[in-house]
């Protein structure tokens, strides 16, 4: 009976300790990992948006009223702050399980392809081709990124914190290099 007892216990333990240090491990019953943003970064990053989309939407209405033709830029862009809205960049808490990875993933490829469209669909100046290329390698990063945790399932909860808090921030950067790229771009367009 005492063997029954510790064996129990010991595979209790066990479960837990699993559950609480690998949270992607095919182990763990619950398979999340909460990530926390400082609120002075997000609530910079919240109002970049804000003001990026003032702008934006000042930019769209005004091709509306002078009867503008089809600009890749501009329709591409709306789809493009979809993905830069996410909750776990516009959140001060999200939790994060595999299937959120999976949707993260999409979303960063999504808006590569946008990315690649506006490239190759546009004529663009050096310092906006320059800004876009930026946009489009940290995006890339925060995919790696996202592989990376993916693929080993044994990082420990506090290296995938850091992983994701990291990712986070390569999404953050490349807003910041897209905000570049829009201003530059509709600069020169002299728009």
Request: glycine letters at 4%; aromatic letters at 18%.
């Amino acid at each position: 009976m005492k063997k029954r007892l510790w064996s129990g216990l010991i595979f209790i333990v066990l479960v837990c300790f699993v559950t609480l240090f690998f949270p992607y491990s095919p182990f763990s019953f619950y398979q999340s990992v909460s990530v926390s943003t400082e609120l002075p970064i997000l609530q910079d990053y919240k109002m970049k948006l804000y003001e990026f989309r003032k702008v934006y939407e000042e930019n769209e209405g005004r091709k509306r009223e002078e009867f503008f033709t089809k600009d890749e830029v501009g329709y591409h862009t709306e789809y493009i702050l979809q993905t830069y809205e996410m909750d776990i960049m516009t959140t001060s808490r999200s939790s994060i399980g595999k299937s959120d990875l999976n949707i993260i993933f999409e979303d960063l490829r999504f808006l590569q392809d946008r990315l690649l469209d506006i490239t190759f669909e546009e004529a663009h100046t050096s310092e906006s081709r320059k800004y876009l290329d930026a946009t489009l390698r940290w995006s890339r990063a925060a995919e790696e990124g996202i592989l990376k945790i993916k693929s080993s399932p044994y990082y420990s909860r506090f290296h995938m914190i850091y992983r994701l808090e990291e990712i986070q921030d390569e999404i953050r950067k490349s807003f910041d290099m897209y905000t570049e790229f829009y201003n530059a771009y509709y600069w020169y367009e002299g728009e």
